[in-house]
């Protein structure tokens, strides 16, 4: 029904025109005239517009002088000329004349009211909306009338605007989906809402199916649902208001925490700058008063030794008179010589003679050995509770680490080892989930990434976001994360996880555990199960170890900054299995 009025409609359009025509022109200009409407055969192909100079090359088609000789010259280098439409090819560049019988009938149908064809810009696209008049190649539609239901470019707009007959006609802005508009059944406007089945309507659908529905305008319906639209914006807006805020706060919070650490940070190597510059002052308290009761006992002792000499000396002469006299062998001479013999002074007794051997200073040795374990155990003690009180920062800006056992099993990861990596006497089974060492290495062929120095090996897949693990072992485990960058081969230093910058790792065995990074060892106390659990958010920068038993115990968290992607790392002394 749409179509066979829009024919009609030409129909009756093109009659207007072609009556206009009879009016404004002479009989004898009839003919000419006509050819007004097919413009596009006096059109040059090259350029789209009127032929200037025309010329007609040797298989017929006729081209702009300019154009035509621009053509071909950007041939010259294929040494081949050819017709833009045809195709047809010209071994030799033709001789091109102007056509003086196509040149005069253009001059006299420019003189009679034939136009330049239109810029190619207002020809319809695929995008755009098309003139229902045109024939041939449509040009771009300006407005659509309501009442015609028909879309006019300006050409074939202009009797809307010069005939009375179409004044009441309403003109709106095309658009290619108005054929949505129109009610299929009845082929009007639908300018109705119905609000019981939530759709446009026409009028004569509202007193047919839709009868008894509640029904108003579209444009009242529209009205309402802008200003429903408008609240939702405006809740919208203050939500982007509100986070805003919250964005500066945040901000501010960063700022606040950056310059809190900072002046921690200060702080505590001032007061550890004290702390050293005290026990450097100790040490040397203790140095001084060693040094002194050194000099004082070796002075007390050479000065034994010096009266000892002397004695030794006295004795030795008192023991050549006495040879000397026994020595005698006139009885008168000896019993005469007796009486005049000195008598023996009192000599120093070995039993007064108080030495300690190896024992000098050892009960000093002691006593700083003692200071020295009750200072670890006091910085142990606090850096627990130091470790402890950073992650509460760190809640203000990532969501807080996980209380309970189910709580971590939420950002639970399946990790698979990769076998690529693994030390050749590591024997990976369970679909590479179990790793097992043995004292016989296998064969494997050569592998940039393969641990040579270490029985180690990394997971496949990288440790991103909040991602949780569990593990059991048995005989001695290294279990972290590292930088897929790690040594695979060289010093044990290089390669070793928790012995360089580029890995963290925490080592167990049946009794104690050590947490190591860059070679930097804390120990662990309490007891470590054969069940570990292993936490990353590696956004915050945090990770934790925790003892499953009956219950999860923190064994030790690190924060810290992570740079590269991380990968899950194992060292192991009999089996380990992921779970």
């Known amino acids: 029904m749409r179509v066979s009025y829009l024919h009609r409609y030409l129909d009756w359009h093109r009659l207007v025109e072609v009556k206009l025509t009879e009016v404004l022109q002479p009989r004898g200009e009839m003919e000419l005239q006509t050819v007004q409407f097919d413009q596009e055969t006096f059109c040059c192909s090259i350029c789209l517009d009127l ?3 025309p010329v007609t090359i040797p298989c017929g088609h006729s081209y702009c002088m300019s154009c035509i000789k621009r053509h071909w010259d950007k041939e010259n280098q294929r040494r081949m000329h050819s017709c833009p439409q045809c195709r047809e090819n010209f071994t030799e560049r033709p001789v091109i004349k102007k056509n003086s019988m196509l040149a005069a009938v253009l001059k006299q149908l420019k003189t009679t009211g034939l136009q330049a064809a239109p810029a190619d810009h207002c020809y319809a696209g695929p995008e755009d909306v098309a003139c229902d008049f045109c024939t041939g190649r449509k040009l771009k539609a300006t407005k659509f009338c309501l009442v015609c239901l028909a879309s006019y470019c300006e050409k074939h707009l202009q009797p809307h605007y010069d005939s009375a007959t179409f004044k009441k006609h309403k003109l709106v802005k095309p658009s290619k989906y108005f054929q949505e508009n129109i009610c299929s059944r009845h082929d009007e406007v639908m300018k109705i809402f119905c609000r019981t089945d ?44 509100d986070r805003e805020e919250d964005v500066k706060l945040l901000q501010q919070e960063v700022e606040a925490i950056n310059h809190s650490a900072d002046k921690t940070v200060e702080d505590s190597e001032k007061i550890f700058t004290e702390l050293i510059r005290l026990i450097q002052k100790r040490s040397s308290d203790v140095k001084q008063q060693i040094r002194s009761q050194q000099e004082t006992e070796v002075s007390r002792v050479k000065e034994l030794q010096e009266k000892l000499e002397q004695e030794i000396t006295e004795l030795k002469k008192k023991e050549a008179e006495l040879k000397q006299l026994l020595n005698t062998e006139d009885h008168n001479q000896f019993l005469h010589s007796y009486p005049s013999l000195s008598a023996l002074s009192e000599f120093t007794h070995s039993s007064s003679i108080n030495i300690r051997p190896l024992r000098h200073f050892e009960d000093v040795t002691a006593a700083v050995s ?21 992650p509460e920062v760190e809640v ?106 580029k890995s963290w790792a925490l080592i167990c065995n049946h009794t104690d555990s050590i947490f190591c990074h860059n070679n930097v060892w804390t120990s662990i106390s309490g007891p470590v199960s054969y069940r570990i659990g292993v936490y990353l958010d590696y956004t915050a920068g945090i990770l934790s170890f925790y003892n499953i038993s009956e219950s999860m115990v923190l064994l030790h968290r690190v924060q810290t900054t992570f740079t590269e992607p991380l990968y899950a790392g194992l060292w192991v002394w009999n089996y380990c299995r992921l779970l």
């Open 396 to 501: 203000l800006l990532s969501g807080p680490e996980p209380r309970s056992r189910a709580g971590f099993l939420k950002y639970s990861c399946k990790i698979t080892l990769d076998p690529n990596t693994a030390h050749p006497e590591l024997d990976l089974t369970e679909g590479n989930r179990k790793v097992r060492w043995r004292s016989k290495a296998l064969t494997f062929c050569k592998d940039p990434e393969r641990f040579t120095t270490c029985c180690q090996v990394l997971s496949k897949e990288s440790l991103t976001g909040c991602c949780y693990f569990e593990l059991e072992w048995k005989g001695r485990l290294h279990v972290g994360v590292s930088y897929k960058s790690i040594s695979r081969a060289g010093s044990s230093n290089e390669c070793h996880f928790g012995s360089n910058d």
């Open 51 to 53: 032929l200037k100079d």
């Open 370 to 390: 003692e200071l020295r374990d009750k200072m670890q155990d006091i910085i142990r003690e606090t850096w627990t509770n130091i470790s402890l009180m950073l």
């Open 198 to 241: 939530q759709k446009c309507i026409c009028y004569l659908c509202s007193v047919d199916q839709h009868k008894g529905h509640d029904i108003v305008s579209a444009e009242a319906e529209r009205t309402e649902r802008q200003r429903e639209l408008e609240e939702r914006r405006g809740r919208i807006q203050q939500g982007i208001q």
